[in-house]
């Protein structure tokens, strides 16, 4: 089985009590949506978990992760698990990851981008030869133009169009990959939509975990265990 797990905001206590309830054996993979805004290195606020658990976690970013450097710098000891513009296979299901959010002052589709990838706003503006902060957290069109394989399931911080507040951008990415599930964090809402055609949208709500089984791939519709209150 996977777990996932919705904004945790410096809180890792529900996903902690969620994989308590499960063999080690059994977990395939965890994977945070974004906003985990650890205040100590994420290992060491996971470390619960246990090495073989730590093992198979992986996370994106959400816009809070770049709030302070310290967010950023506690994910750092886990940055080869960053899933972001990655695909990775987890008990047989492909699964990509986009961190970061939408901007106006980069690209908040579907305007026109003012800035189609970090090359180009480094040549531009840059902060002690950095990019600006908030901007580590930020979507570029280059993210989504990359050759990406196939995947089964999406993960994303930002929503996909079926939310009121979602990007139909991320719909057509996700049609030209073949994703069949899109989860997301970022409105802290339990929520569930659809896309055609039958893409299955989830949505976690503010620290939330939804236990789902690689079935579902061909279960869409199927009852899946998902812990916390809707918000
Ligand atoms: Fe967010």
Not at 91 to 110: A, E, L, Q, T
Not at 198 to 214: H, K, T
Request: aromatic share 10%.
């Amino acid at each position: 089985m996977i777990i996932l797990a919705g904004d945790c905001h410096g809180d890792f206590r529900e996903v902690l009590a969620t994989v308590a309830g499960y063999s080690p054996d059994t977990i395939a993979g965890i994977f945070f949506l974004g906003d985990q805004t650890p205040n100590r290195p994420l290992e060491q606020e996971l470390a619960p978990l246990g090495t073989q658990l730590l093992a198979r976690t992986w996370f994106i970013l959400g816009n809070h992760d770049s709030d302070h450097p310290r967010f950023l710098r506690n994910h750092l000891g886990m940055w080869d698990h960053h899933l972001h513009n990655k695909v990775i296979t987890v008990d047989g299901v492909r699964m990509g990851g986009v961190s970061g959010i939408f901007r106006k002052d980069i690209w908040y589709p579907p305007e026109k981008a003012l800035w189609q990838d970090r090359t180009s706003l480094g040549k531009h503006e840059l902060f002690e030869g950095q990019l600006p902060l908030k901007h580590w957290t930020t979507i570029f069109p280059e993210d989504l133009a990359a050759p990406w394989e196939p995947m089964d399931i999406l993960l994303t911080h930002e929503a996909p169009g079926s939310h009121a507040y979602g990007f139909d951008v991320l719909d057509h990415f996700a049609r030209r990959r073949g994703v069949q599930w899109i989860f997301h964090g970022h409105h802290h809402e339990d929520s569930m939509g659809t896309l055609a055609p039958g893409i299955q949208v989830v949505g976690l709500g503010l620290c939330q975990c939804m236990v789902w089984d690689p079935s579902m791939l061909t279960h869409a519709h199927a009852a899946v265990s998902r812990s916390g209150s809707v918000t």
